[in-house]
């Protein structure tokens, strides 16, 4: 799919406050970071629930006691602790409400949800250009990402319309509160990490249009 900027739909005020004030309560609380994980028939783990954080903490002596805290916190999925029902409810009512409810809903009629997961990535953290699918996929056309931003700081969404040809990208969506962006899963781009504290957290949602 070729890079159209008309597809990059901009969204504020995405959410009700009551559902955004309930992500983070959760998000900020330690049972957040619990891993909920099904088995499909291929034996592919879909993951439902998790955290994602793609962080370097390398040179760890400059990071204060509250950041090493939540490092461990969010490294606390790596146990595979199991899900408490409150967040699975969560959860639940976050898909429901995207897919049925939202400003998007009129595109995800019926479209299959492969995965909500919350990504944090830490001050000064190293992130890498990426792309959300497989480019020689047959469903290349029909996969779309979700970025939701949960915490007011700073951290953009960089858009390239290839493969990082160079270091400044082609389009950067400023973090909001509330704010979500919805684009084609094959566009490259990258989350910005913030220079300093508070860590950068969103919610990510991967969809299959039908």
Known sequence: MQFDQNKIHVLDNFLPENLQKEIIQQV???????FLTN????????????????LDIDGGDHLTKEEITFFLKIN???NYSPVNSQLENLSIKINEYVKFKSNISYFLKNAELIETKINAILPLSLTEVHNDCQLNSQDI?????????????????EFWKDY?????????IQNKLNRAV????CYWHRAGSPPAWPPR???Y???KLN
Not at 164 to 172: A, F, G, K, M, R
């Open 76 to 78: 606390l999925y790596e």
């Open 164 to 172: 990082h040809i160079s270091n400044t990208p082609d389009l950067v």
């Open 182 to 185: 919805f684009f084609p899963s």
């Open 141 to 157: 056309n029909s996969r779309w990402s979700l970025v939701y931003y949960l915490n007011k700081t700073s951290g953009d969404l």
């Open 205 to 207: 949602q991967s969809w």
């Open 39 to 54: 088995i499909n028939d291929n034996n592919t783990d879909k993951f439902v629930w998790s955290c994602d954080n793609d």
């Open 28 to 34: 900020c609380s330690a049972n957040c970071w619990y």
């Open 201 to 203: 957290l969103s919610l």
